[in-house]
């Protein structure tokens, strides 16, 4: 149902990413024109370096899979400036 949203001009954007059951195996699964990274994942790759990886691999891999990633809950320059640096373009507070 999904792919008939495309031709009327509609995406899809896979939201709280990374967590819980939106997965990478739901990229495969549905037609995904945007990921929204999850805040907790945003929030920790500070100070965890799994979740700073897995971020890092998403951001990284979006060409490659032809896809916007917009990170969730950067509230801070300190967040903002790695995120864009790694080529990131839409970031919500």
């Known amino acids: 149902m999904l792919s008939h949203l495309t031709p009327l001009g509609i995406g899809v954007i896979l939201g709280d990413f990374g967590i819980g059951s939106s997965s990478p195996g739901c990229l495969r699964q549905f037609p ?3 990921l929204k ?3 907790s994942l945003i929030r920790e790759r500070q100070t965890d370096r ?4 897995m ?3 998403v951001i990284r891999s979006r060409s490659h899979m032809n896809l ?3 990170a ?3 509230e801070t320059v300190k967040q903002l400036e790695p995120l864009t640096e790694l080529g990131c373009q ?3 507070g």
């Open 50 to 53: 799994a979740a700073s990886d």
């Open 68 to 70: 916007r990633v917009i």
């Open 55 to 57: 971020v890092e691999d």
């Open 32 to 34: 995904v024109d945007a």
């Open 90 to 92: 839409f970031h919500q």
């Open 37 to 39: 990274i999850d805040r």
């Open 72 to 74: 969730e809950g950067v």
